[in-house]
C-alpha cells in the first residue's frame, strides 16, 4: 500500500449513521460502539450531513445538554455530489481516488474524515486522516 492506491480498498462500506433528530448522547454511544470519530446524518434515509468529535465537544464546550440537543444542531449539512447539483455539497471521494488525492482534498478542505462514494454513488463509505497516513506509510 502507499500514496497510490486506491482508498476505495479500505473504507468502511458499512458506515454507521444517525438520525438527525436523535440527540448527541445517542451520537456518542453509536461513535463510541463504532470506534469512530464521525458519523453520517441521515433524513428519510439520505445523508444530509456529517456529525464529529469535535462537534459533540463543542457542544460539550457550551455547555448543552446531551441528551436534549439533537444532532441536526451541530451537524455539518451537505448533499452527496452526484449527476445532480448539490447546493451543499459534502467533502467525499470517489472510491478510484488514491490515498495522496484524498489527503490533498482534507488538507485543503480542513476535515479528518471523508465521504467516500462506490460505484453509481450507491454505496457510501468514510474514511479517517488515520486510516489515509497509515496507508500512506505501508
Do not use: Y
Not at 463510541?32 to 465537544?57: F, S
Not at 457542544?59 to 448543552?64: A, K, M, V, W
Not at 439533537?70 to 488514491?98: G, H, N, W, Y
Amino acid at each position: 500500500m502507499g500514496f497510490n492506491d486506491e482508498i476505495g480498498k479500505v473504507v468502511n462500506w458499512n458506515m454507521p449513521s444517525v438520525d438527525m433528530n436523535d440527540s448527541l448522547k445517542v451520537v456518542i454511544k453509536k461513535m463510541v460502539d463504532n470506534r469512530t470519530a464521525a458519523l453520517a446524518v441521515t433524513l428519510e434515509g439520505t445523508v444530509a450531513g456529517v456529525i464529529t468529535d469535535m462537534d459533540i465537544m463543542s457542544c460539550i464546550d457550551n455547555g448543552l445538554d446531551l441528551g436534549e440537543v439533537k444532532a441536526s444542531r451541530f451537524m455539518s449539512s451537505c448533499e452527496l455530489i452526484s449527476d445532480r447539483s448539490a447546493k451543499t455539497p459534502c467533502v467525499q471521494l470517489d472510491a478510484a481516488q488514491t490515498v495522496e488525492n484524498a489527503l490533498g482534498v482534507m488538507s485543503r478542505a480542513g476535515t479528518h474524515h471523508l465521504l467516500v462514494t462506490g460505484e453509481g454513488n450507491k454505496e457510501i463509505g468514510i474514511i479517517s486522516i488515520l486510516e489515509l497516513l497509515e496507508l500512506a506509510i505501508s
